[in-house]
């Protein structure tokens, strides 16, 4: 089936089999190996994904043709130009990462509540959060990168 | 000479780490990222059945699946000499696809390769195996009996695959039986799964040269050089394995597993690239298991509180094969770390471990060996001792420490512990937790019937191993290596044995090499994982990159500053023996006006060297004289709803010493999440199996990791005491927090329970298990 959408501000038109996942449509088919896969069953948020602006997905729970006539946005183009976004800065300052498997998604989903909820308190970054597993940084430098991000420490 | 200023002292700063402008832009380069040319994928076929014989195997339905090349099985391999794997140790073997017999559910039994992810998924589901079931060994203590014989395949007709023991038995028992007061408990350390969120997997090529081209999620590249050239035959330089960024390890990524096998097998045959990247569910049920201890402790005290004697004896499930990733002399691992942090006059251990129809492993998940194993069975006993004793847990452990003035203290268990100061690392805690106001409060609590805890874990660790005289992995001694070459500009390359996967070595080994040289951390770059490049070295786990390796990078700087001091003492129109290195730059002795810097003599030593030897680099492969005994005081603080059981941890704190830190940003990253995992496993994370053998946590909504939602907040800090013995005296963190804190959370719960009188409860302690506890005590059954 033929599939068009826009990612990260480029057009994309593929040819794919309908039970493709938008989480590999994206990495395989458009190359954009940023998003993760790491469950299988939606519950680690590695291959969160922004659609159409401020709607945060699981790009495996997604299919491709499903995405057809959105626009997406990556990890990728989390940046505008050379310069890194607000929350990209916030996590490398407050150590928010450790092997940066689970980033992305994390980006993305931090991404998406900041723009529904820009001044977020600590009890709600966490609860935006929770549906993104991190194996490695127990989530309080995560939380502290949201809150630099916001503006808020 | 010049005065410019030098860009030493870095050590100990917390420097924002190199690696993470790839991450956080997705330009990390993980396994899953790898796609070359005209490359297929494999999927496993895998036994639905714990134990069974295969009755055949068809894969003619399969070969008829658009795409799909090749289906190999156990036959195919056996043929070609391929059929078995030896594990971590080599003191087993296993399968690579199923011969004959499955031994655990989700066991390997064939692989397909095809055009794309989809097709051999596809394949997959259309070989057909038929199966007869066999009666199925679910748990060890049924194992022993030996009524279902396992593997007929071993010489040795039994399903014990091995008995280890340290220590005086005989004194151990004496002073036991002799001990006023006396404690027994069983305490179970569940299995669990490491689960990086990065399963495991490969791309396996052969290049035109006829050169395997091997790109793995491996935590240790070079031990997988050399076991995939005794297994496959491969001459071992016509191997090149390549590790790329790792998406978490935690022990998952040590050993070689079959699907890796399969891979290089389904590359040479179909001279193809393969991919192969393990499904969650792939992860969880077959790669990587760990814990599973049944630990049998006594204790033996006088009514002061002071231990007599310790005694454990450990009933070990290893699943279907002995894979535990084990040190090969030493298949208990660092078990004899059991003593803990206590001088315990007479002590004795003992593992037996049997082969039971479950995934094979034993893996060391974020812990150095069975550590996590020992800490929880001497620090959970420890509570059960002060609860019978009526002496106030902290108070019980501050009798029975080690002293500062003991060390280097020999264990009665086989290990000399290098420095500490316990003492002084739980006075911080208790003074930073506020624990006399906490008692208080506790007491208050308790004559309102409500359930308040306070936990403590005062653990010893065993790690960096290790020295040669006793570690080795299928012979290959546990020594670890470095390779710095310092460029004409003063920037430089490290390159290691060792292989981060979130550890932040890229960071913390440069700023090694930069306080050595009076460097810039920022230009010295670290390449880790590439053998071809990297010296041989044993990898990263069990704690030991910075306890050995990070030897091994301070000791090859040091080396390559005495190539620069030749060039230096030219410079400086002295003798060699004039020259002195002092505020990290070279200096005539007593003259500190006349120095000359590193980035100088760097460009010295290959444009000005005189009659010194060109360039300027060095290696150091380090044997480690010792291992390192990280430690610390740990503190949970828990409330408990008496109505539905949920535990809240409202506070928890970790004092640790990991002797000289590096870098603290990155200490206190690994504290935060090796806490978080120990919190998972005290209160989540277990592999169960039910009595059929069936796997019941095969994905995440079974498999629990925590979310941001309950995952507590962590208070750190810290005591510092270099190890004497290494280079730069640090000891090694990682796996501290994971080791230490869950006896922290049980003795919290246990301890707000203990009105109850409950004394003990296993983990997971889920909220239905604390109801139970709580509903049986109140209608008067008490439960452990």
Known sequence: MKVKVTVNGVAYERDVEPRTLLAFFLREDCGLTGTHVGCD??????????????????????????????????????????????????????????????????????????????RPTEAEIREGLAGNLCRCTGYQNIVKSVQQAAGAV | MSSEANTGGCLGKPMKRKEDPRFIQGKGRYVDDITLPGMLHMAIVRSPYPHAEITSIDVSEAMKVPGVKAVITGKDLDAAGLGWLPTFHGLDKQMVLAIGKVLFQYQEVAAVFAETRAAAADGAEAVQVEYAPLPVVADPFTARKDEVLLRPDREQKTNHIYHWEVGDKDGTARALESSPKRISQRIWFQRCHPAPLETCGCVAQFDTMGRLQFYVTSQAPHVYRTALAIVTGIPEDKIHVVSPDIGGGFGNKVPVYPGYVCAIVGALKLGRPVKWIETRTENLTSTGFARDYHMDVEIGAGADGRITAMHVATTADHGAFDAAADPTKYPAGMFGIVTGSYDVPAAHAEVDAYFTNKAPGGIAYRCSFRVTEASYAIERAMDILADELGIDAAELRRRNFVRKDQYPYQSRLGFTYDSGDYDRTLQLALDRIGYTQLLKEQAEKRVRGELMGIGFSTFTEVVGAGPSKHFDILGIKMFDSAEIRIHPTGAGIVRAGTKSQGQGHETTWAQIVAEELGLDPQNIMVEEGDTDTAPYGLGTYASRSTPVAGGAIALAARRVREKARKVAAHLLEVGESDVEWKDYKFQVKGVPAKTVTMKEVAFAAYTNMAQNEPGLEASYYYDPPNMTFPSGAYVAVVDIDRETGEVKVRKFLAVDDCGTIINPLVVEGQIHGGLTEGFAIAFMQEIQYDGEGNNLNTNFTDYLLPTSLETPQWETAKTVTPSPHHPIGAKGVGESPNVGSPAAFVNAVVDALSPLGVRHLDMPITRDKVWRAIRAAEIGTVVA
């Open chain 1, 41 to 118: 069953t939606s519950s680690c948020g590695c291959c969160v994904v922004v659609l159409d602006g401020d709607r945060p997905v699981k790009s495996c729970t997604m299919f491709a043709v499903q995405a057809d006539g959105h626009e997406i946005r990556t990890v990728e183009g989390l940046a505008e130009g050379a310069a890194l976004h607000p929350l990209q800065q916030a996590f490398w300052d407050q150590h928010g990462l450790q092997c940066g498997f689970c980033t992305p998604g994390m980006l993305l989903t931090a991404y998406t509540l900041l723009k529904h909820n820009p």
